[in-house]
């Protein structure tokens, strides 16, 4: 099986036999053999098979041993999988309904499609959030880029329209959405100038184009780029030609409007997980429900999550 037919039809047989989900697991963590997670050695593992519980069963969890340290090792260590209890053929379920879900996929859903506690679902489902994030070592945004801010929370009784202040009950967000279709989105401690532009130097090429609205704390930032081009909401002006913030717009919307309708309700501490997981959505809506899936197991690795950091 490869990622461009991995879909629920296809994934079926690995969801009602735990030790196909183990080989499914494998080949795609591991598509050119064992390789160990203590000392990264490729060569010469060992099969050590599978133990019996102590019940007497043969257990599917696939041991190997590297040839190199001589520690063993299993296809989980490292990820975003070790030390779950959970068996792995319902982690594959959680993971592609949460690739699937374009409003996202709250915990109470999970725990009654799997069959878990709640707890247990949203503790799964911050881990595969977590497999979700940006690649530390991805690449600068370039070409046209549009960028904006939004803020994330309840509304707040007499509480009027515009940019809440700083001491707000809401969280703001900039992301920065690239018209080849990238989304990257982090939370905002205050809506500075500055803290704008540190934003914008880390994530985008100086010889891009920069698309936002009239917001001045855009204007000191927009001249470290190629271009600065604005629209001025304030007058009833959206689009100009190609001068737009319509895309980044876009996203915004589909962004709160699943937060509200799917989460309800989600806390400053947890937001960065949640807008990880909606820019992952975002930048990869163009492939198959069953390539996501594909590319969530390979991002798994080096993204262990434990009970207590969350």
Not at 28 to 41: A, K, L, S
Not at 105 to 111: F, N, P
Not at 245 to 251: A, D, I, L, R, S
Request: with cysteine; net charge positive.
């Amino acid at each position: 099986m490869d990622n461009s037919t991995l879909n629920l039809a296809e994934l079926a047989k690995h969801l009602t036999d735990e030790h196909a989900a183990w080989e499914l697991i494998e080949s795609i963590r591991w598509p050119e053999g064992p390789t160990c997670p203590h000392c990264g050695w490729e060569d010469g593992a060992y099969y050590l098979g599978n133990r019996k519980t102590r019940k007497g069963e043969v257990s599917p969890r696939r041991l190997w041993k590297c040839s190199h340290c001589r520690k063993q090792y299993s296809a989980l260590i490292g990820t975003i999988f070790e030390r779950s209890h959970i068996p792995l053929s319902k982690w594959l379920l959680g993971i592609h309904l949460m690739s699937a879900g374009k409003n996202g996929v709250s915990a109470h859903e999970l725990s009654r499609q799997l069959g878990i506690t709640v707890k247990s679902a949203w503790f799964m489902s911050h881990r595969i959030r977590e497999a979700m994030k940006l690649d530390p070592l991805a690449g600068m945004l370039s070409g046209t880029i549009e960028a904006d801010e939004t803020y994330i929370g309840g509304k707040r009784r007499g509480s009027g329209r515009g940019r809440p202040g700083t001491a707000s009950h809401k969280t703001a967000v900039s992301t920065l959405v690239s018209r080849d279709g990238e989304a990257r989105s982090q939370v905002m401690e205050r809506v500075t100038g500055d803290d704008l532009g540190k934003v914008l130097s880390s994530n985008v090429t100086p010889d891009s184009t920069l698309m936002t609205d009239e917001f001045s704390a855009y204007r000191k930032p927009g001249q470290m780029f190629a271009g600065h081009e604005t629209v001025n909401h304030a007058h009833g002006e959206y689009a100009r030609g190609r001068v737009t913030t319509n895309t980044v717009e876009g996203y915004f919307s589909q962004l709160k409007r699943s937060i509200d309708g799917t989460h309800h309700h989600v806390t400053r501490h947890h937001l960065p997980r949640y807008l990880a997981n909606f820019d992952y959505l975002y930048s990869t809506r163009k492939l198959t429900d069953g390539e996501r899936t594909w590319r969530t197991i390979r991002q798994a690795g080096g993204r262990r999550l434990k009970y207590d950091t969350l």
